[in-house]
């Protein structure tokens, strides 16, 4: 069985589309026989892709600090919820429990724990594949910014080239399977 470490917010967001698309990467989770690795909250867009991974039988697994566990509600019906000190150790546990992860919609938490992934892997600290899911636009801006940090000669192609996007839950697992399947 395949981990999947999940960055999300803990908030739902305004477009119903991004909880609609949080269920559905949970669902296919669990029933491809892959478990989730996420940050732990009850709560918001994480809250939901739990929910949705553990009502298709899957195993997940939460990773939240002391300090979060009160502020961002953790999820108490998990397979495991792992209490870290603090968000360095938070970080590390998740990469380690993983084996691909994937950005949702959310805020600045969601970005420095992604950007932290993408860039582990560009230092060679770990071959996992990362993806994005552009649900409704959401990271059109960011994926367009980084296609200008290419042409400007600031992020390599290839590095660019690394991070798998897709709009769709499904196409994106897709797309992180067969990377796994050929770095196996």
Same mark, same amino acid.
């Given at each position: ?10 908030r739902e ?5 991004? $909880?609609?698309?949080?269920?559905? $990467?949970?669902?296919? $989770?669990?029933?491809? +026989?892959? +478990?989730?690795?996420? +940050?732990?909250?009850?709560?918001? &867009? ?63 938490? !969601? $970005? ?6 993408? !860039? ?12 994005? &899911?552009?649900?409704? +636009?959401?990271y059109a801006? &960011?994926? *367009? ?13 290839? !590095? ?6 897709? *709009? ?17």
């Amino acid at each position: 069985m395949s981990r999947f470490c999940v960055y999300l917010g803990s908030r739902e967001g305004r477009d119903p589309q991004h $909880l609609e698309a949080a269920e559905r $990467l949970g669902e296919a $989770l669990a029933r491809r +026989g892959h +478990g989730l690795v996420y +940050g732990g909250a009850r709560v918001g &867009l994480m809250g939901r892709l739990a929910d949705a991974v553990m009502a298709a039988g899957g195993e997940v697994i939460g990773v939240m600090p002391d300090h979060l566990v009160e502020r961002e509600q953790a999820h108490h019906g998990l397979n495991e919820l792992v209490r870290v000190r603090n968000m360095h150790e938070r970080k590390a546990s998740m990469a380690a429990r993983a084996d691909a992860f994937i950005a949702l919609p959310g805020g600045i938490g !969601t $970005l420095e724990e992604f950007f932290e992934a993408w !860039t582990w892997q560009y230092l060679g600290l770990h071959d996992k594949p990362i993806g994005v &899911l552009d649900t409704a +636009g959401f990271y059109a801006p &960011l994926l *367009t910014f980084l296609d200008s940090t290419v042409e400007q000669g600031f992020l390599n192609g290839r !590095t660019r080239a690394e991070l798998i996007d897709a *709009t769709d839950p499904v196409e994106l697992l897709d797309a992180l399977e067969d990377r796994l399947d050929r770095d196996a």
